[in-house]
């Protein structure tokens, strides 16, 4: 292939959206795409139709509350890490890290935070910060690195239509941002925001007060590219259209394009052996 697409979508539900997913599937045939909130156990994610449509998946479902997939299209992700370390009671379903098309990919749903100041904006920072801590590692290992997933923050007011009316939501506090930039300071390149330095684009618009029909939306799901990948940047965008569906997931997907590399079609090698097996 000339160019890898990698997309993130948070689907807010997978049994309740599988249509919409899979016409995005067919429409737009991402190469690699990472899925959160599937709010479904793992005998309900729907593989079999996932299959159908091209893909191979791993998965860690939940039920009721987040979720998180991996798929790759004419083959099956290489799973490398089945949850974030540095806490072992942290039951949620949160993180999957995997090597598809030549590029280890890490889907990860942060938690949302709300209410805050409380125990869920607690678990929100400390979350936060074992992913720093383990996302450093990843930039440091040598490999092409992609982080996508909804992280939940809105880096910047200009990633938001009124930061006013959201100003005590835990998505914009000092500390989320601040853990954000400190995570882009290790040196990962926001690749929406590098392909559209002065631009407003949003990925998310809740269902209230009519904020999708307004474009009152906010930027919360994000692409974060490792050193040697940002260069390979040729193009990233919002598919909008699947907002405006009949049933829609109050996010739309979000994708970047990578310019292909010899050999790309080769695994990565990985620093541990697959954990788990794919579903």
């Not at 720093?132 to 909804?150: M, Q, R, S, T, W």
């Not at 835990?170 to 941002?177: F, G, I, T, V």
Request: net charge negative.
């Amino acid at each position: 292939m000339d160019q890898l697409k990698i997309a993130t979508f948070n689907i807010n539900g997978i049994r309740a959206r599988r249509s919409n997913l899979l016409e995005w599937l067919e429409r737009e045939q991402p190469d690699v795409v990472c899925l959160q909130e599937l709010k479904a156990q793992d005998a309900d994610f729907p593989i079999d139709d996932i299959r159908a449509a091209g893909y191979g998946a791993i998965w860690q479902g939940q039920k009721s509350w987040n979720g998180v997939a991996i798929l790759a299209k004419g083959d099956d992700p290489l799973e490398i890490r089945r949850g974030l370390p540095g806490d072992p009671d942290d039951t949620h379903s949160r993180y999957l890290e995997a090597a598809a098309h030549g590029v280890i990919v890490a889907c990860l749903y942060l938690p949302n935070g709300n209410p805050q100041p409380g125990p869920k904006f607690d678990y929100k920072l400390s979350w936060f910060e074992r992913f720093i801590e383990h996302a450093a590692g990843l930039f440091a290992n040598g490999h092409p690195v992609v982080l996508a997933g909804d992280y939940n923050v809105v880096p910047t007011d200009e990633d938001i239509y009124n930061p006013r009316s959201w100003a005590k939501d835990a998505l914009l506090q000092p500390e989320s941002r601040e853990c954000f930039q400190r995570l882009l300071d290790q040196g990962w390149t926001d690749a929406l925001r590098a392909k559209y330095p002065d631009e407003r684009l949003y990925t998310f618009w809740d269902y209230f007060r009519q904020h999708w029909q307004k474009n009152s939306g906010l930027r919360i799901d994000h692409l974060l590219l490792s050193a040697d990948l940002a260069p390979r940047l040729v193009d990233a965008g919002v598919d909008r259209w699947v907002r405006d569906q009949e049933h829609a997931s109050d996010h739309a997907p979000t994708w970047i394009t990578l310019r292909a590399e010899v050999g790309q079609d080769k695994q990565p090698p990985t620093r541990r052996k697959a954990k788990g097996t794919a579903k």
